[in-house]
């Protein structure tokens, strides 16, 4: 949403964004002619004055802000940016009032947020499983490779001796 003002902060241009964001304003014509600030509620003044003194003092104005919508009421975000005008001469003339809807992108950031919490969760429960089966399967098999060192200790046959050396390299693999 884009609104050019002069140094009288009456509207001087504004796009399709901007009219349908504010469009608590029935005749958004009036505020050709009229400061914008004279038609608001006292503490949106307040706010917007300050603001918009500050663009025509020169100064670079960014903010986040909430406000809650009339047609839905809902929470939106906002970011303002207020960029002043200046002339040939160095001489502020207006200011550019550039608002921009992330409400969209704070929503994400927070079930991303949620995502990654959950996804953490996830893989403690998955190195904690994977220890635990870890540790459930050395302790048998230490105790079968343990029984064939001892089963090779002894004279066994041949065949007997060749199954004994698969179990206890199959042992040490695993």
Same mark, same amino acid.
């Given at each position: ?89 160095? @001489?502020?003339?207006?200011?550019? /009032? *550039?608002?921009?809807?992330? $409400?969209?992108?704070? #929503?994400?950031?927070?079930? !991303? =947020? &949620? ?11 998955? @190195?904690?499983?994977?220890?635990? /089966? *870890?540790?459930?399967?050395? $302790?048998?098999?230490? #105790?079968?490779?343990?029984? !064939? =060192? &001892? ?18 390299? *199959?042992?040490?693999?695993?």
């Amino acid at each position: 949403m884009v609104a050019i003002f002069d140094v009288e902060m009456k509207i001087v241009k504004y796009n399709a964004a901007f009219r349908k964001f504010f469009y608590d304003f029935e005749n958004i014509e009036v505020y050709f002619k009229a400061n914008i600030l004279e038609n608001m509620d006292e503490d949106k003044a307040i706010f917007w004055e300050e603001n918009f003194g500050k663009g025509l003092r020169g100064e670079k104005v960014f903010k986040k802000i909430e406000y809650i919508s009339k047609d839905k009421n809902k929470k939106i975000e906002l970011n303002i940016d207020i960029t002043s005008i200046y002339n040939s001469s160095v @001489e502020v003339t207006g200011f550019i /009032l *550039s608002i921009d809807d992330i $409400t969209n992108i704070k #929503n994400l950031e927070k079930e !991303i =947020e &949620l995502v990654r919490n959950e996804l953490r969760k996830t893989k403690k429960i998955k @190195e904690k499983l994977i220890y635990n /089966l *870890s540790s459930e399967i050395r $302790t048998p098999l230490n #105790n079968i490779i343990s029984g !064939i =060192e &001892l089963i090779n200790g002894n004279k066994t046959s041949k065949k007997e001796s060749e199954i004994s050396d698969i179990i206890q390299n *199959s042992g040490k693999d695993l």
